[in-house]
């Protein structure tokens, strides 16, 4: 089976780090990767602006995009993958929505921010665009200037109050499958015991990692998730983070959160946003 994955990229350094990742991550698998980029200028700003030189802009990012994917293709990580390019003039959100629909694109792998993103910001406005309406596939979001590391270990915080479905856990099940990762499934004690919910949802998810190499983690309630999604990643030098996108999810906290509160939630590790 061959897999699609779409790559967004202003090409920026973060962009294209994301690239090196994918290709690293997906070494020894059947890949297309598609590039894509989006040339949609603000309505304020195109009345200001010529046929001509939108035209131009256009062009240059045609050039841009093929001088990529000769990159990439020079980067001989694996014989087994081949690249396309889309380029777009609708707003990035937009074309990747599409491209995921069309041509049923199995993961978004993107950098944390484009050519203008705040340093002190984890997420770019871009990237929580994307992870807030994309329901058809799972985001990895690459950090600024991460370099490669086999994810052997791959971190799944949960509080047991949900159920996950089959469909939900597969993206996790297939990146663990690569590299016969082990899962540590991490949980803060912020209460005594689990209540019958969460014992239930706990038995599921342990029936659904069957195959897989799995841990159970209880971390004390001795500060807020950010602080501890952080320190587990670290001390058990995880490689990779995922967790499920639903509604009052902590991911959801997160991108609703005012900017300004953002700046805690910095995990240094690839992070996999999954769609319920």
Not at 45 to 53: A, D, E, I
Not at 186 to 209: G, V
Not at 227 to 235: M, Q, R, S
């Amino acid at each position: 089976m061959r897999r699609k994955i779409l790559l967004p990229t202003d090409f920026s350094d973060n962009s294209w780090s994301a690239v090196v990742y994918a290709l690293k991550l997906f070494k020894n698998e059947f890949c297309t990767f598609y590039f894509i980029n989006s040339t949609t200028i603000k309505v304020s700003t195109l009345s200001n602006l010529s046929n001509k030189l939108i035209k131009a802009m256009e062009d240059d990012a045609m050039r841009e995009l093929l001088e990529l994917k000769e990159l990439a293709e020079a980067c001989e990580v694996g014989a087994n993958h081949n690249f396309q390019i889309i380029l777009s003039s609708e707003d990035l959100k937009t074309a990747i929505k599409k491209s995921v629909n069309k041509l049923n694109i199995d993961m978004v792998i993107m950098g944390t921010k484009g050519a203008t993103g705040a340093k002190e910001f984890f997420f770019g406005s871009n990237t929580i665009r994307i992870i807030k309406k994309l329901k058809l596939c799972p985001v990895l979001i690459i950090p600024e200037e991460y370099d490669f590391v086999t994810p052997t270990q791959i971190a799944f915080p949960t509080d047991y109050n949900r159920y996950y479905s089959n469909k939900e856990l597969k993206p996790l099940r297939e990146l663990a499958n690569l590299y016969d990762s082990k899962i540590r499934i991490m949980h803060i004690n912020t209460e005594e015991e689990l209540n019958d919910t969460q014992e239930y949802n706990l038995e599921a998810l342990k029936s659904y990692l069957n195959n897989y190499e799995y841990t159970l983690h209880w971390m004390p309630d001795y500060a807020n998730k950010t602080t501890e999604i952080n320190d587990f990643v670290e001390e058990l030098k995880i490689d990779m983070l995922a967790m499920v996108n639903y509604k009052h999810s902590f991911i959801e906290k997160i991108i609703n959160e005012p900017v300004i509160k953002k700046i805690g939630f910095q995990p240094n590790v690839p992070f996999l946003v999954i769609p319920e």
